[in-house]
């Protein structure tokens, strides 16, 4: 689905439309009718709906007395509503892309403690800080190379990809929340200034293939309308996969050199919102994300995330998790992205 991905864009008209129709806009299934002994959860998701839908039809199959409506949009148009709607939203969970649209919540105090349960199944690592919301998924950034570019010739850092070189050849989507993280890796790691100049490079060689998601710009390279481009690797294997499978793809999945600051680790994670009067049921559906039977679905479906539970292995389409060795920025320093948004609103890409 095409989206345009802003984590602290004001959407007023969104917001006020959506109040005034029991949010029917954001799509997904409306609330159930009530019924005897059922509790409905309404959940907002960033996530990928196909797979998000095979969870919760999992989830209700084991747990009968509980239904989730789901509501799905892009994450900052989400947050931003749980932000306006407060107290008073409908929405018991939030289920975010990218972990910075759960901070951004947890900072102004909307979200309610995570269960136990799914905090201790998940690695500390991938979880709130605070112990407000669970990882469920991970990710991280790459390249898409165009075929035509021969491998010695392949960038190993991010920063290099704003040099001259790749003029007219490179595509990225300014607006994807996915890009947030990179760029507040950067400016963690060499300061701001030296980040704003990252952003000046990158903008002035993909001039004529600034894309409006990231979608769109594994498509093109694939296609060979431009060389190189950034997304997070889940876009590449499913580019692939609608060419017929990774070896007939026109284009390749590359990662930057170990420990560069470009090559950004970002999870998706869940959260109750303190506002739910359902707490329970939905620590019952955020433990279920956290349990092997979840997880293995998200493994075997065509989302091309990475499981975070240990044991369960990702798609074999990928190489394992733990040959991976992005930087070091922990989803802590990644905080709520204000840095990026600030920088990518300086550089007119917002």
């Given at each position: 689905?095409?989206?345009?991905?802003?984590?602290?864009?004001?959407?007023?008209?969104?917001?006020?439309?959506?109040?005034?129709?029991?949010?029917?806009?954001?799509?997904?299934?409306?609330?159930?009718?009530?019924?005897?002994?059922?509790?409905?959860?309404?959940?907002?998701?960033?996530?990928?709906?196909?797979?998000?839908?095979?969870?919760?039809?999992?989830f209700e199959k084991q747990n009968p007395a509980?239904?989730?409506?789901?509501?799905?949009?892009?994450?900052?148009?989400?947050?931003?509503?749980?932000?306006?709607?407060?107290?008073?939203?409908?929405?018991?969970?939030?289920?975010?892309?990218?972990?910075?649209?759960?901070?951004?919540?947890?900072?102004?105090?909307?979200?309610?403690?995570?269960?136990?349960?799914?905090?201790?199944?998940?690695?500390?690592?991938?979880?709130?800080?605070?112990?407000?919301?669970?990882?469920?998924?991970?990710?991280?950034?790459?390249?898409?190379?165009?075929?035509?570019v021969p491998a010695a010739q392949t960038p190993?850092?991010?920063?290099s990809l704003a040099d001259p070189q790749w003029?007219?050849?490179?595509?990225?989507?300014?607006?994807?929340?996915?890009?947030?993280?990179?760029?507040?890796?950067?400016?963690?790691?060499?300061?701001?200034?030296?980040?704003?100049?990252?952003?000046?490079?990158?903008?002035?060689?993909?001039?004529?293939?600034?894309?409006?998601?990231?979608?769109?710009?594994?498509?093109?390279?694939?296609?060979?309308?431009?060389?190189?481009?950034?997304?997070?690797?889940?876009?590449?294997?499913?580019?692939?996969?609608?060419?017929?499978?990774?070896?007939?793809?026109?284009?390749?999945?590359?990662?930057?050199?170990?420990?560069?600051?470009?090559?950004?680790?970002?999870?998706?994670?869940?959260?109750?919102?303190?506002?739910?009067?359902?707490?329970?049921?939905?620590?019952?559906?955020?433990?279920?994300?956290?349990?092997?039977?979840?997880?293995?679905?998200?493994?075997?479906?065509?989302?091309?995330?990475?499981?975070?539970?240990?044991?369960?292995?990702?798609?074999?389409?990928?190489?394992?998790?733990?040959?991976?060795?992005?930087?070091?920025?922990?989803?802590?320093?990644?905080?709520?992205?204000?840095?990026?948004?600030?920088?990518?609103?300086?550089?007119?890409?917002?």
């Amino acid at each position: 689905m095409r989206r345009t991905r802003l984590l602290a864009a004001a959407v007023p008209g969104l917001v006020l439309a959506v109040a005034a129709t029991g949010c029917s806009a954001l799509g997904g299934k409306s609330p159930a009718a009530a019924q005897s002994g059922v509790t409905t959860l309404v959940m907002y998701s960033g996530q990928h709906e196909q797979t998000t839908d095979a969870l919760v039809t999992a989830f209700e199959k084991q747990n009968p007395a509980i239904r989730i409506s789901v509501r799905s949009n892009d994450e900052g148009t989400l947050a931003q509503q749980i932000q306006q709607e407060g107290s008073k939203s409908p929405a018991d969970l939030f289920y975010a892309e990218n972990s910075p649209a759960l901070e951004v919540l947890q900072e102004k105090g909307l979200l309610a403690a995570a269960p136990a349960a799914a905090l201790g199944a998940i690695p500390a690592k991938y979880d709130s800080p605070q112990g407000d919301w669970v990882g469920i998924t991970a990710r991280v950034t790459c390249m898409v190379v165009a075929d035509s570019v021969p491998a010695a010739q392949t960038p190993t850092s991010a920063l290099s990809l704003a040099d001259p070189q790749w003029k007219g050849k490179l595509a990225f989507a300014g607006t994807e929340t996915d890009l947030q993280p990179v760029i507040t890796a950067i400016a963690a790691k060499y300061g701001t200034a030296r980040a704003a100049a990252w952003l000046s490079g990158l903008k002035a060689n993909a001039a004529d293939h600034l894309l409006p998601d990231n979608e769109t710009v594994s498509k093109d390279v694939d296609a060979g309308q431009v060389q190189i481009g950034i997304v997070d690797n889940y876009y590449w294997y499913r580019q692939a996969a609608d060419d017929g499978g990774t070896g007939k793809a026109g284009s390749r999945i590359a990662y930057f050199a170990n420990g560069d600051p470009g090559y950004v680790m970002s999870v998706s994670g869940i959260a109750t919102l303190a506002s739910s009067k359902h707490k329970d049921a939905a620590a019952t559906f955020i433990t279920f994300l956290a349990s092997a039977t979840a997880q293995k679905i998200i493994a075997d479906s065509d989302s091309f995330e990475y499981p975070l539970l240990p044991g369960v292995a990702a798609n074999s389409e990928m190489p394992a998790l733990s040959t991976l060795h992005p930087g070091t920025v922990s989803i802590n320093a990644l905080g709520d992205g204000s840095t990026a948004i600030s920088l990518l609103q300086q550089a007119q890409l917002l």
